[in-house]
């Protein structure tokens, strides 16, 4: 029989952050032996976060060396610590730090790893994505052990009292340490637009930049319709391929829509329970960026457009100029 252990980074506060509960509680679905294995600065926090949850060990590596992301440490942490659990199936929260980290680890143990995973069932086998979320596959391995990286948002969160656990400190020998964290740095950024836990994804298509029925394009207002909404709502925004592309042929855009906020197969595939899509024409290529939306409503001019065809759950054909200042009116402050 298989053993597990969830594998997590901790925040810099040393809690643990959504995406590894979610992972947490993919791990226990398992009803396989859990050990809790968590790398960072500070680990106690996140261990009394997560005392409720039935492990039979806790595991830790903490220290100023491990708060920050850096490949050479973090690889022997991971490392260290799966060899001390012996589990045989690894799971953790596919973030950017895991997803660098991982593969390497799954080297060194000469075994196998499955990045981008979207669900964990019996067998155990993973179910993943492929061709930008048109094709599923269901996956399952002999090779141990298995790290297994599980997307955010596609697992409930565990949630569990509060306690003490006794921690085991696993040690760890790292080589001599060539770079030094002295800092981040981060370019100026405006408007806060891209927000993961969002109740609500916001699409924007190009029809705002287009010519309106006065025969003049209104960006301008545009801007301030969305932005407004955003602002009122907390939703998280999204724009189609061709709205984020206008800046580079020199058209009249929204200047707060970069490539980050593009949703569909060339996009984000983001998660949120409902989804409202503007002057968008609904084609497959963006709808597969809508794959885990759960409600779907739409907003155009054109009762035959892609959303009108079985792709939203409800389809509002009108100006979504007229509809969003209306929405915006009846939103509170």
Known sequence: MDNTLLLAFTEPDGSLAKPALEALGAALDLGAPLTTGLIGAEIAPAMRQIAGCPAVRWLG??????????????????????????????????????????????????????????????????????????????????????????????????SGDAGEVAIERV??????????VTGVRTPASGEETIRPDA?????????????????????????????????????????????????????????????????????????HPKGLATCCHGEEPHVVGWRFITERRAVNLDANCGWARGKADVLYVADAFAVMRKVNELLPF
Not at 65 to 81: H, I, K, N, W
């Open 199 to 271: 109740a609500l994804l916001f699409v924007a298509g190009a029809g705002w930049t287009k010519k309106q029925a006065d025969g003049q394009s209104h960006p301008e207002q545009a801007a301030g319709l969305i932005l407004d909404f955003l602002h009122k709502s907390r939703a998280s925004l999204g724009g189609s391929k061709s709205l984020v592309d206008l800046s580079g042929e020199g058209q009249a855009v929204l200047p707060f829509m970069t490539h980050l906020n593009q949703i569909g197969q060339t996009g984000a595939s983001p998660r």
């Open 61 to 158: 590596i903490s220290g100023e060396e491990f708060g920050q992301s850096r490949y050479v440490t973090d690889v022997a942490a991971a490392e260290a610590v799966a060899r001390a659990s012996g589990a045989t199936i690894i799971i953790t929260a596919a973030n950017s730090r895991a997803n660098r980290v991982l593969p390497g680890v799954a080297l060194r143990l000469g075994g196998a790893i499955d990045t981008h995973a979207t669900a964990i069932g019996e067998g155990p086998a993973v179910s993943r994505w492929y061709y930008r979320q048109r094709m599923e596959a269901r996956l399952a391995r002999t090779g141990r052990p298995w790290f297994i990286l599980l997307e955010p948002g596609c697992h409930a969160a565990w």
């Open 171 to 180: 040690a760890v020998d790292l080589p001599p340490l060539r770079t030094t």
